[in-house]
């Protein structure tokens, strides 16, 4: 019953997304107010519609009702409950339908915040939102449905990937989702703003919001992701520029640039038509990524089925949104009428260049991930682009775009002073030399690429306290002022400078790890030492031991760093009967931001361990650096700018502008 | 300056950041692209040795032979040829003799494929689609090599999204 109720729901939630497409646009076009309101009451009903969807296929996992085909393919009836509940989507069938319930969920959050909106407007966001869902739902239900049943249901499941067994897959792909799909409403707000042919800053404002909430889980998501494939994989590595992370990365840059294009927007009214493009390229990037991954196209080692009845659908998805969109682009954006006029050389020709810089950056990992695909259907060749082309093509392009990051914010509006900003990044400047120069005398000549790449980001680091330091006055006026005005300070301010700080910290966990990262891989017995940048590690007893749903391998290390013990590593290997597969727990010990990395390989026959161990300096800095970004997004958030439609304050003491 | 001479400015400055981008991207798909092969396709079109590329087919059964200090040897297959190779480290989880295999690395003197990098399938249902393709194509594919589907037509677990490690990998 709950499978066909959950089922049933679905279908609802599809006829509920096919009023919503059309009904609303009549309503705009009309001039009907009530029609217009369908599109509230529609959105809200189908994320109704979609969560009891979801809750049905969640309950079947938590029953592990083997009847139905999902749950016995990716479910086992001794697997702990976490992983029955977050087993949900770590199939495709199953992560289909938290895409559609997180596209609903954002949906209802516009019809149910939106209130502010002109009703003109949300009609039209709201209808693309369920042109998109439709297309998804439609999706779904013909190719992909999780709720099929299986005629003899088998007593057991096959169980769950033991790779995916892990707390990762909870928290990884619904961020991914919150930010992939969160793109589609910027989407359909430029969408909108081309039906309507109108846009202007007040159309910045409102998109900018949720460009921010898809950014910061974006963020956090591709940093857990690559956190959870750092420690679950086993070998340490935490970016593998595989066409999967990529589809994740190209969002993202997009996404970046279109946060900064959409202040320009904001502040001057300029830069519209360019913010509208942005807008449309940003979500079909997230269709793309989508594409690519679900319809198994990829020549990579990652396991995706191949169904090619899904691809195509995917692919047709794909090219209606994307053609359909960029076609509309092409036919009315020359009616946005263009507005604030700048000089190169200001913060509006930052942005700019920062755009630039993150779109050529987005276009070169856009050649890399498809090249392959394209001359594998052309010519028939098979290769891989991997880490060396894109360190050779991302890498430059990211270096002078980090240069000009503490610049930005320093420079005016309209027509700013680069000598000015460069006097007061003078400090900075002189940060970023000393750590050059100490780094350089601290490791004697060696590599000359990670002082200087150090340094770059200590720039960037203290380039965004400069611009703090300069705004709130401090060191020029005394510290209570100082505060004073910190505290006055828009927390949109704050949060570019923790964000673009945030940039500084990830690189120097990138360029420590990469260049400083040690490893010892041998064979070892109980009672050997394996010895490693400092630390001593010694292999205590191996024992065996019974989990949930595994048996596993693990063997106690006992760590300690010149004489002085500093406790326990146990890694171990687990074996997964139910699928016959293993997977490899490496042991991590956190010393400040560095860690120690353990994993273990196979046995030999006379008793010995394959054992891999990494020292790795400053690690942590890597995923430090994006929770940084992210909470800068959340400080720009809170700004009340931002939050439209909020009561006007009685008294407007410090002047703000309050929001419209 | 006038609004003409702006915009030029900033149609100069992109075309500028493009033509780099477009140079970088060039000069990146000149050296470090690597090609796939299989032992067939190698005695049909040798690669020089010291030539990184990409190796892929079954793992001969029988053919894995354990070395001191973690070096192993093995020979992979395609049907109808062989190649030898070594490698040095810890083999992924899912490394199985008779399954496939995908190793990176570049041939020596000798004729020995050194891999320094070794992937290997994911599930005991998937198989690396390129060695899958290339196998189908010299007609040494068998039914029972990849996904054993049942009627229903459901696919064998697949990854979550995004870059979760769904890889089985083991590099140096």
């Not at chain 1, 989407?187 to 909430?213: K, N, S, Y």
């Not at chain 1, 594409?291 to 080692?301: A, E, I, Q």
């Not at chain 1, 490496?586 to 990395?597: D, I, N």
Request: hydrophobic share 50%.
């Amino acid at each position: 019953m709950i499978a066909e109720s959950g089922h049933y729901a679905l279908v609802l939630a599809l006829a509920l997304a096919l009023i919503q497409s059309t009904v609303p646009i009549l309503g705009a076009r009309w001039r009907d107010p009530a029609l217009m309101n369908v599109a509230r009451a529609t959105a809200l009903a189908q994320l109704l519609f979609v969560a009891a969807s979801f809750a049905a296929l969640a309950a079947l996992y938590i029953t592990s009702d083997f009847s139905v085909v999902n749950v016995y393919e990716n479910s086992h009836s001794t697997k702990p409950l976490l992983y029955k509940i977050t087993g949900v989507w770590g199939n495709h069938e199953g992560s289909m339908l938290l895409w559609v319930s997180i596209l609903a969920l954002f949906g209802g959050l516009v019809a149910a915040f939106g209130n502010n909106l002109p009703l003109s407007l949300r009609a039209y966001v709201l209808a693309v939102q369920g042109w998109i869902a439709s297309a998804f739902y439609l999706f779904i239900l013909i190719t992909s449905n999780p709720f099929l049943r299986i005629a003899s249901p088998p007593i057991e499941g096959r169980d769950l990937n033991p790779v995916l067994q892990d707390i990762g897959l909870a928290v990884h792909p619904p961020m991914l989702y919150l930010g992939y799909v969160g793109f589609s409403i910027s989407f359909a707000f430029a969408v909108a703003a081309l039906l309507e042919g109108r846009i202007d800053a007040a159309w910045a404002r409102w998109v900018r919001p949720w460009t921010l909430v898809a950014w910061i889980f974006l963020t956090l998501g591709i940093a857990m992701g690559s956190y959870w494939a750092y420690y679950e994989l086993g070998w340490g590595g935490w970016w593998f520029w595989d066409p999967v992370e990529n589809a994740s990365l190209m969002p993202w840059l997009a996404g970046t640039a279109l946060l900064h294009s959409a202040v320009v927007m904001e502040k001057r009214n300029a830069l519209k038509v360019w913010t509208i493009l942005l807008s449309i390229l940003t979500f079909s990037l997230s269709l793309l990524g989508t594409f690519l991954v679900r319809s198994g196209v990829l020549t990579s080692v990652h396991a995706f089925a191949t169904d090619p009845t899904r691809g195509v659908f995917i692919l047709l998805i794909l090219c209606i949104f994307i053609g359909g969109s960029l076609s509309l682009y092409a036919w009315r954006a020359s009616a946005l009428k263009q507005g604030g006029l700048f000089a190169p050389i200001s913060r509006e020709g930052a942005l700019v260049l920062n755009n630039l810089f993150l779109t050529a950056a987005c276009a070169t990992v856009f050649i890399g991930t498809l090249y392959p695909l394209a001359l594998e259907v052309l010519t028939g060749d098979k290769i891989s682009v991997g880490a060396p082309f894109f360190n050779l093509t991302f890498g430059p392009l990211f270096l002078p775009l980090m240069i000009a990051v503490p610049f930005g914010p320093l420079l005016a509006w309209k027509r700013g002073d680069l000598l000015g900003a460069a006097q007061r990044l003078t400090a900075a400047g002189i940060a970023a030399l000393l750590a050059v120069a100490m780094l350089w005398a601290w490791t004697r000549g060696g590599n000359a690429f990670a002082p200087l790449a150090i340094g770059l980001a200590v720039f960037v680091i203290a380039g965004a306290l400069t611009d703090l330091t300069e705004r709130t006055g401090l060191f020029r006026v005394p510290f209570a002022t100082a505060t004073r005005r910190a505290r006055g300070l828009p927390r949109a301010t704050w949060g570019s400078a923790f964000a673009h700080a945030g940039v500084g910290v990830a690189l120097i966990g990138i360029v420590c790890e990469t260049t400083w990262n040690s490893e010892y891989i041998g064979s070892m017995r109980p009672d050997d030492v394996a010895k490693i940048a400092g630390y001593e590690l010694k292999l205590g007893d191996v024992t065996q031991r019974k989990g949930p749903n595994f048996s596993e391998m693990l063997a106690r290390f006992a760590v300690s760093h010149d004489g002085e013990r500093l406790g326990d590593m146990t890694p171990s290997k687990r074996n997964f009967s139910a699928r016959s597969s293993s997977t490899t727990e490496a042991a991590l010990l956190t010393r400040g931001a560095s860690q120690l990395y353990v994993s273990l390989g196979e046995t030999t026959a006379d008793g010995a361990i394959a054992v891999r161990i990494y020292h790795k300096p400053l690690v942590l800095l890597i995923w430090w650096g994006p929770i940084l970004m992210a909470l800068g997004g959340v400080l720009s958030l809170s700004d009340r700018r931002l939050r439209v439609g909020a009561p006007k304050p009685a008294k407007s003491l410090r002047g703000l502008q309050a929001a419209e | 300056m006038t609004r003409k001479q702006r915009r030029l400015t900033m149609i100069g400055g992109s075309l500028a950041v493009l033509a780099i981008a477009a140079a970088l991207v060039l000069n990146a798909m000149r050296d470090s692209i690597v090609f796939f092969s299989t032992p067939t396709m190698l005695a049909e079109k040798p690669v020089a040795a010291g030539k990184r590329f990409r190796l892929g087919g079954l793992v001969q059964p029988g053919s894995l032979v354990r070395g001191d200090n973690l070096a192993v040897t093995f020979q992979v297959a395609d049907g109808s040829n062989t190649l030898p190779v070594a490698f040095k480290g810890i083999l992924p989880d899912l490394f199985r003799e008779g399954q496939g295999v995908v190793a990176e690395g570049a041939l020596d003197a000798a004729g020995v494929f050194k891999a320094d990098t070794v992937l290997a399938k994911h599930d005991e249902t998937y198989m690396p689609k390129e060695v899958a393709d290339a196998l189908k194509k010299q007609g040494h594919w068998k039914d029972d090599y990849g996904a054993k589907k049942p009627d229903y037509s459901a696919t064998p677990a697949a990854a979550a999204q995004g870059p979760s490690p769904a890889k089985q990998g083991v590099s140096q």
